[in-house]
């Protein structure tokens, strides 16, 4: 499965870790030099979650991203699963009595 929010669209991605040596000039060196790059990746924190679903009246497992977190608190756990797919077919807006 890959590192992926299904709410946000974030993955990984890639880019570059710098290695540098020396003493910055403000500290009375003759600055810092750049002695290589090394390859890496930015990886999401991706979490598997149980989220309660007020308007269905059960929880939805899903795989979010802790952005995806702060977007379900702040616009409701429905409307985003609901945009984002992630409710099953068929599933109605009234609560299991």
Not at 39 to 68: A, M, P
Not at 72 to 92: H, M, Q
Request: net charge positive.
């Amino acid at each position: 499965m890959a590192r992926r929010c299904p709410i946000t669209g974030r993955g990984t991605t890639s880019g570059q870790q710098i290695a540098r040596r020396g003493l910055p000039k403000k500290k009375g060196g003759i600055g810092l030099k750049t002695t290589g790059h090394t390859r890496r990746k930015f990886k999401v924190n991706v979490q598997h979650k149980r989220i309660w679903v007020q308007e269905l009246g059960r929880f939805v497992r899903v795989r979010v991203s802790t952005r995806g977190l702060k977007l379900i608190d702040k616009r409701g756990a429905y409307v985003v699963l609901r945009e984002a797919g992630l409710l099953p077919k068929g599933v109605n807006k009234e609560p299991k009595n």
